[in-house]
Each structure stands twice: as structure tokens, then as C-alpha cells.
């Protein structure tokens, strides 16, 4: 019911400020001025993935558009958690409660960005696919600039389907597959092809990941292996006024409370499949173990990855457990990229070692990584979190990566480059929609090569042009 809430309150504004643009309130971009963008998205959590993409296209579109032509907003739900990130970026606090700040604050900008990767989804919570379908829906009401930038859609439950057909007609979506693009289409919303815009991110030397490694308990000498578990199945989150009143005052539903009125998917079903999932990796870990002469760590890349990462940890005797709170996200990208295989549920965790050619295995719990791995011809590297068999499809995807690493790298590679051509072409396509909505504002001139749409690289993606392109 909360959700439906939500959902009708955001509906009205965007129907408000439509209706306030036509008589002639608010305020459109001017030649002359810099060009203010505000970008929405799920930052400020230690989510590494989610604020590594953000950086990347902070990066791009400030290369592309013009350093002294544009000045960026980030939205972030805790500054001290953000801080160091979205170099030269204004950060606005993003609240619990969400529709008045979004009405206040999109408005003060002369386009919308949304950054999210999982974008028009019900498979984690409706309230931020809601916040995103507002975020646009406002901007596109006052025919400003609204483009969702690297995103995906599945399946929505209906309400906020019919919410995206009906707020983001206006607006332009790249999407990261093909698969999310039918579905947008299928609704009428424009879509163009692109990617995730986490390829170019670019961590701290490896010589850091390394040291952390060593200072964990690392020889040198072994084989380190990364896992990065999750809890598949406390999602979504939902928010509930009469769980947020049992908890405030009787303490009820402590385990699933995520914050403020918002809270985890629980009950017996869920813990069920979570142990199962927890057991499967926690056995195909031992086992590979007792097979490789091999060194194990364990990665929380969100910090409510931590505790079924610490789960595992017990498991096998207790490994080393690193965690997005103790490492920003420069560190840990460098410290994953310094281990040598990966097994991985989270999306991002694949995807910011692939660039260092990492051989990595997939446990999905959607199609994120489903996507990534069958793109990359890694069917057979692919298990989903509640297979029966996780445990031996697991400890086989595992020999693979140790027995075939060379050849997994060299498709990972070759992924990497055409990844980083489909970011460019997103660039273009960015480049474009601004010329629309604002034909007077401008953009560079001349011939470019599609690397001159990305931002700045390191030397380590210029060898993998190098070697791939």
C-alpha cells in the first residue's frame, strides 16, 4: 500500500509541474550559462558498483560536453559515505522520504540523469523505480533534458509499469542489453543500445590491492580467489508503515529492517533458499580448496554484503573478509583486481575486473550478469542462486577458471573492447539529445574517433586497445 502511495504522490507532481511549465513557470536553459544536470541514482550505500558507474559517467559527459560548460549535481544518501567521489560535483541530499525533494530539487536543473543500473525493476524495490520514473517524469514535464543513462528494465509489477509508459514517453533511455530495450519499447519509451559505464573506471594502482592482500594473510605465492556473495533473497525491499510503527514501538521485525519506512523481503521461504545458497558456495569453496593449492577471500562490495559474507568466512574457518565500509571504492576495485579468479553475484564485481582480465564465474540472482556472461560465450561460467545443484556447478565453473584461465581472459578481453565501444556510441547518442533540447548549446565540432567519446583512460585499457581493437 506504502508503495501505492508513493507512486500516486509522484504521479501528481509530474502532472503539477506539466501543468505549471505550460503557463509559463519555471525556468529553461539559456545560451551563455552553464548547463546544469542533476544526476539520480542509488549512491551514498557503499555500494561500489553503483557509485564506480556514476564516477564513469561524471567523467564522460563532462569530457564530452565541456569541463567549463556544465555543472553536475549527484544525488547521495549519506555525504560522509560519498565523500571523495563525483570529483568536482555538488552533492544534494537524497531523503527517505523522496517526492518533495524531488520536486524541489530536479526543477532547479536544466536536465535529469538517471543513473541507476537497475532502473525500471521490481526485483529490488519499487520505491526506487519510482524515484527514478519521477526523476525523469519531472524533467521531461518541463521539456528539459531527461536521459537514463546505462539502465535496465525486467519486470515491473503493474502499477509501476504503467507508471514508466506513462511518465518516461518523453524521455530517452540507453539501456545497458538488448533485452531491457524491447521492454521500454513495448511500453513506448525511446531507447537507444548502450552499456554499463563502469569499464573506464580506473582504481588505485595494483600495488595497493596487492599490499592489502599480503596484509591480510596472503603468501604471494598462491592463487587468490574472490568471492562475492550477496542475500539474494531479501529483496525487495518494500516500505510498510505498519512494520515501521511494530518496530518503533514493540521492536518488532528488527532483522529485516533496512531504514526508515523500508524493509527486506523475510520470513521462512527466504531464510530457507538463503542458507541453501550460503551452503552451496561455502562446500564448493572448501572443496576447490582441498583440490588447488589456493588462497580465498571473501568481498562485500555493498556493505549489506558483509554479513553473508561473514557467513561463508565461517564456514571455511574464517577467511578474510574485506568490505566497501572499510575500502572506498578506488581501494577495493584494486584489491579485486589483484586476486587472480573470481566467482561473483554481484554485477559490478565482474564487470570493474574484466578491464585487469580476471577469469570470473557468475551466481545470478537476474539478468545482470545473465546477460554479461552470455555476451562474453561464458554460458558455462553462469549458475543462478537457487540451483538445486549449486554446489558442483559451482566447484566445476571454479576448475574451469584455474584450469582454462588464459582463454576465459581472452574473451574477457575482447568483451572488454566492444563494452568500450558501445560506452562511445552512449556518449554520441548523449551528445545528440542535448543538441535536441537545446539546439543552441555547443558541442564540440569536428571529426572524432569513438575513443574521444569516452573519458580519459588508463594505461592499462589503451594496452587492451591495443591488443583487442
Known amino acids: 500500500m506504502m508503495d501505492l502511495v508513493l507512486?500516486?504522490?509522484?504521479?501528481?507532481?509530474?502532472?503539477?509541474?506539466?501543468?505549471?511549465?505550460?503557463?509559463?513557470?519555471?525556468e529553461r536553459w539559456q545560451p551563455g550559462r552553464k548547463l546544469k544536470l542533476l544526476f539520480a541514482g542509488y549512491n551514498g550505500a557503499r555500494n561500489m558498483g553503483s557509485d564506480a558507474r556514476v564516477e564513469e559517467m561524471l567523467r564522460q559527459i563532462r569530457h564530452i560536453l565541456?569541463?567549463?560548460?556544465?555543472?553536475?549535481?549527484?544525488?547521495?544518501?549519506?555525504?560522509?559515505?560519498?565523500?571523495?567521489?563525483?570529483?568536482?560535483?555538488r552533492q544534494v541530499h537524497l531523503p527517505d522520504i523522496f517526492p518533495p525533494f524531488l520536486a524541489r530539487e530536479v526543477p532547479q536543473h536544466d536536465g535529469l540523469v538517471a543513473c541507476e543500473g537497475s532502473m525500471f525493476k521490481s526485483k529490488f524495490a519499487n520505491a526506487l523505480t519510482t524515484m527514478m520514473i519521477g526523476s525523469l517524469g519531472i524533467a521531461a514535464a518541463e521539456n528539459k533534458l531527461s536521459v537514463g543513462y546505462g539502465g535496465e528494465a525486467g519486470y515491473m509489477d503493474p502499477s509501476v509499469r504503467k507508471m514508466c509508459a506513462r511518465f518516461c514517453r518523453n524521455s530517452?533511455?540507453?539501456?545497458?542489453?538488448e533485452e531491457s530495450r524491447s521492454l521500454l519499447r513495448e511500453l513506448?519509451?525511446?531507447?537507444?543500445?548502450?552499456?554499463?559505464?563502469?569499464?573506464?573506471?580506473?582504481?588505485?594502482?595494483?600495488?595497493y590491492g596487492r599490499k592489502v592482500l599480503h596484509d591480510v594473510g596472503w603468501d604471494g605465492r598462491k592463487p587468490v580467489?574472490?568471492?562475492?556473495?550477496?542475500?539474494?533473497?531479501?529483496?525487495?525491499?518494500?516500505?510498510?508503515?505498519?512494520?515501521?510503527?511494530?518496530?518503533?514501538?514493540l521492536g518488532a521485525h528488527q532483522d529485516s529492517h533496512y531504514r526508515g519506512p523500508y524493509f527486506h523481503n523475510s520470513g521462512p521461504e527466504a531464510r530457507r533458499k538463503y542458507e541453501h545458497y550460503l551452503t552451496g558456495i561455502s562446500r564448493a569453496l572448501d572443496g576447490f580448496r582441498q583440490r588447488r593449492d589456493i588462497y580465498v577471500v571473501l568481498a562485500a562490495t555493498e556493505r549489506l554484503d558483509a554479513r553473508p559474507a561473514r557467513k561463508i568466512s565461517e564456514h571455511l574457518g574464517g577467511v578474510p573478509v574485506l568490505t566497501s565500509e572499510q575500502y572506498n571504492m578506488y581501494e577495493l576495485v584494486s584489491i579485486l583486481r589483484a586476486c587472480h579468479m573470481m566467482a561473483s553475484s554481484r554485477y559490478h564485481g565482474i564487470v570493474t575486473t574484466m578491464p585487469a582480465l580476471v577469469p570470473s564465474a557468475g551466481i545470478t540472482m537476474d539478468e545482470r550478469i545473465r546477460n554479461l556472461m552470455r555476451e562474453r560465450g561464458h554460458d558455462d561460467l553462469l549458475m543462478n542462486v537457487d540451483d538445486p545443484d549449486l554446489e558442483p556447478r559451482l566447484l566445476s565453473a571454479l576448475e574451469k577458471l584455474a584450469s582454462e584461465g588464459e582463454s576465459i581472459a581472452d574473451r574477457i578481453g575482447r568483451s572488454v573492447i566492444r563494452n568500450l565501444k558501445t560506452m562511445a556510441r552512449m556518449g554520441v547518442y548523449f551528445e545528440e539529445e542535448v543538441q535536441r533540447r537545446y539546439p543552441e548549446f555547443p558541442t564540440r565540432k569536428g571529426q572524432w574517433s569513438w575513443e574521444d567519446y569516452l573519458p580519459p583512460l588508463d594505461t592499462g585499457l589503451h594496452r587492451l586497445i591495443g591488443m583487442y581493437s
Do not use: H
Request: one cysteine or more; a positive charge; hydrophobic letters at 40%.
Open 225 to 249: 580467489l574472490v568471492v562475492c556473495p550477496i542475500n539474494p533473497f531479501e529483496w525487495p525491499v518494500r516500505a510498510s508503515v505498519g512494520k515501521l510503527f511494530a518496530n518503533k514501538l
Open 172 to 177: 530517452l533511455i540507453i539501456t545497458r542489453n
Open 7 to 26: 507512486q500516486a504522490w509522484v504521479g501528481s507532481i509530474i502532472e503539477g509541474k506539466k501543468i505549471s511549465w505550460m503557463f509559463g513557470k519555471g
Open 66 to 89: 565541456g569541463r567549463d560548460k556544465v555543472e553536475f549535481s549527484v544525488m547521495s544518501q549519506n555525504f560522509e559515505l560519498t565523500k571523495g567521489y563525483f570529483e568536482s560535483s
Open 188 to 207: 513506448g519509451v525511446p531507447t537507444e543500445l548502450g552499456t554499463d559505464t563502469a569499464w573506464t573506471f580506473a582504481p588505485l594502482p595494483p600495488e
